[in-house]
């Protein structure tokens, strides 16, 4: 196992400011069937990268192969990296009511809402990060479930060897057809694997192909209930609500695209997201998973212009 070089990565878009080039994004991509054949890819897809919540997908299947009780909103902010509204913190509160737990029962860290709005709108009001207003609460919230459904220990579910985790790791394994995970500790305190964007894609490609029951019943949900992935007019949400195509980002620039047993895994080098949505739907749209159409109105939608003054004077360009 080795972790994604410079050597290892091919150019993914530029930024041009008055027609010179001023940023290049570099990084690693695949895309891949549910078979885990190879439809396209640059860069290095055999290096090891931590998945980060791209990784929530196949833990959210892992609660429902257990038994949990989750559907609709619930399922979906089980697999969420949720901006932090209040729309999102009181579903989650009320998860949590549901199981006869409170907020204190999250392992999740105290952290600010990802959305800025969101944020900017609890300092005014004069609060403090808070746990569930870190985007993994949800997810939290349905590990927590999962224990009452099972009667195991709540206090101890993000350790390795907690029967929660030792069944979200089969599942992964499962999935992803791999064993050779590098175990770390995600941001949120949860266990997480480190595995080859090749078996990281043939997981999401999996998840994504309407074969195993839970999975499709996730993939549903996420469809069904958008803005509970993200965020009303963010990224994930956005590319769900016009395409159908799962979303998901994961820190330091990864993002999944899946859909119909096809997903697209990027992982750009430096840790940005910013030209992940652009390379994401040119991707998509070259391997007809999606139209030119859409894959136009998310780039208008999603990716800023660069501007001088009130002039647009340069643009992100994808490479791939």
Known sequence: MHPLSVDGCVELATIDRNGLIESRHIGAFIVINAAGEVIESGGDIEATIFPRSTLKPLQAVALLRAGADL????????????????RHTDHVESMLSHDGLTVDDLGCPAQWPLGVSDKADR?????????????????????????????????????PTHPLQVKIREVVEEFTGTTELWPAVDGCGAPLYGMSLRALGTGLARMSDGTDPDATKLVDAIRE?????????RDNTRVIEVTGTIAKIGAEGVLLAARDGIAVVIKCLDGSQRPNTAVAVTLLERHGVIDAAARDTLITQLVDPITGGDDIVGKLTVSV
């Open 71 to 86: 559907d609709g909103v619930d399922l979906v902010l089980s697999s969420a990296s949720h901006c932090g509204s209040h």
């Open 123 to 159: 300092i005014a009001r004069g609060e403090k990060a808070q746990r569930v207003t870190m985007n993994c609460s949800g997810k939290h919230a349905g590990f927590l479930r999962t224990c009452v459904t099972n009667g195991w220990d709540t206090a101890t579910y993000l350790e």
């Open 225 to 233: 209930h958008p803005w509970a992935l993200d965020g009303p007019g």
